[in-house]
Structures are given as C-alpha cells and as structure tokens.
C-alpha cells in the first residue's frame, strides 16, 4: 500500500502529470532502527528538487512527519517519497496544476548492500550515456529512463553495478550510486553540475572529506583516469559507502579512505 496525500490507497489518477510526463521528484531515505537517516537533508532535497522543476513548494512538515510515521512500522528499510505537480494543466503546459501529489511507501532494506560492503563491487562500463542537461542535473526527477537502460543492460550482462559517462564521454555517476576515486591524499568526484545526480551521501562525504586528510574536488574526466586511482568508492543514502574491487580491467586492494569514511556514514 501507499501513503497518497494522507490516505492508504493503491490508485493514482491517470491524469497525474507523473503518468504522463514523469513531472516530478523524488527521494530514497534509509532507515534504521526506526528512524530516518538524513531525513532533514531528504527534505531538502525535495525542496530543491520541485525549485529546479519550478513546482509549489512541498510541505516538508507534513512530509518528514509522514517518513517518521512510516519509519516506526519497519525497524530497518527504506522509505521513498515522490512529489509530482499533480493533475490539470493542457497538454505539456502545467497551468492550473495547483494541488501536487505525495506519495510515500516503505520496503525492505535490500540485502545484497551488506554483501557488497564485505567483498567490494564490480563496476561494469555501461555503454548507456547520460544527456547533458543543466536545468535537470542535480536532482532526482521522476524522468528515469536512462537508469532504466542502463540497469536493462547490467541485468542482461549480469553485472553488478555500471560505470556511467555523459554524452561527452566523462564521468558521471554509477547507476544508483556517485562515485568516488583516490590518488594518494587527494579525492575525486565527478561534477553533477551538466547531469547526474548529486545525492545525499555524496553531499555528506564531500562534508566530510573537506575537514580531513585528504583534499577533495568535483572535476570533469574521461574513465581512463580511474586506471590511475588508488581507490574507488561508489555511495548512496541506502549503502551507504562501498568499496570497488574493480573497474573494467582494472583491480583495487586498498580500502584505506573506505575505512575512514564507513563509520561517519552509516
């Protein structure tokens, strides 16, 4: 069942500009013990998220007290919550798209993140790009088709995890996850600022990494800079933090950054 606009409901009308134009956003948070991890950062987002998609702003009260309802039904899980402009508007146009839509549901934590925490994770080149698109990139729009190919692909090729690069050939992100590289006492992470996804736990670890040994910087590379790396981590809210054991032809042993920052994640 779903929590929609209060009420404990499987329908969502068929004019809803989700079902036809994928006009919204959303959030994945985790939970632990029956609370909300990062769950004003979560709400943040949301805030961000319907800015850049110049709909009405959320009412995160209402919202976060909705994830913490949630929360206390599933002692560890995750929780996602959708915002959509709603239904009205005449064709792409969303004049008169006054009421927007909350959907919120909770699942199970998913199992095969505490695997990969122990043996790393294979990161497979996935030969799905990401277009390029400022007014988009950053947030978590409902407009998810590219992760959809690539996450086909992977489960065609029995990947793990993909490594993907935007049309002009750098780095972006994985498919459900940032990304992260080290050489030597300097950090990496590529910049979400033209596509991708700039997502919590890379938020937190940039936060992070700005007060510690290591430097850190958003750059623009092609993939073969990952041959030259130390280390690689792939994060999301849900991982939180995992090591790579290898990227295409290339093997990683160290997991001497993962080490420090697995504990300030979880």
Excluded at 133 to 140: D, F, R, S, V
Excluded at 176 to 181: D, G, I
Aim: aromatic letters at 6%.
């Amino acid at each position: 069942m779903y929590l929609i606009n209060g009420h404990w409901q499987q329908q969502l009308p068929a004019g809803d500009r989700a079902i036809q134009f994928g006009d919204g956003c959303f959030t994945t948070a985790r939970v632990v013990a029956g609370e909300v991890r990062f769950l004003e950062q979560h709400l943040q987002r949301l805030r961000q998220g319907c800015r850049q998609l110049l709909m009405a702003e959320p009412d995160v009260s209402q919202i976060g007290a909705e994830m913490r309802l949630l929360a206390r039904q599933q002692a560890d899980g995750v929780i996602k919550v959708i915002i959509t402009r709603g239904s009205g508007g005449r064709g792409y146009s969303a004049a008169n798209c006054s009421q927007p839509t909350r959907i919120l549901c909770v699942s199970d934590a998913p199992q095969h993140y505490l695997a990969w925490r122990q043996q790393g994770v294979a990161l497979a080149l996935s030969p799905v790009r990401l277009g390029c698109n400022p007014a988009l990139a950053g947030i978590k729009h409902l407009n998810r088709l590219e992760q959809v190919l690539i996450r086909t692909h992977l489960d065609q090729t029995g990947g793990e995890e993909a490594l993907v690069l935007d049309s002009d050939g750098m780095l972006v992100e994985c498919c459900a996850a940032n990304l992260f590289w080290r050489k030597g006492n300097r950090v990496y992470t590529p910049s979400v600022d033209r596509a991708g996804v700039n997502g919590i736990m890379r938020q937190h670890i940039v936060a992070l990494l700005a007060t510690s040994p290591w430097s850190v910087s958003e750059v623009r590379e092609p993939v073969q800079t990952l041959e030259e790396a130390d280390e690689v981590l792939a994060c999301n809210a849900l991982m939180p933090v995992l090591p790579v054991r290898q990227t295409e032809t290339r093997h990683y042993s160290s997991r001497e950054l993962w080490r420090w920052l697995a504990p300030q994640c979880e």
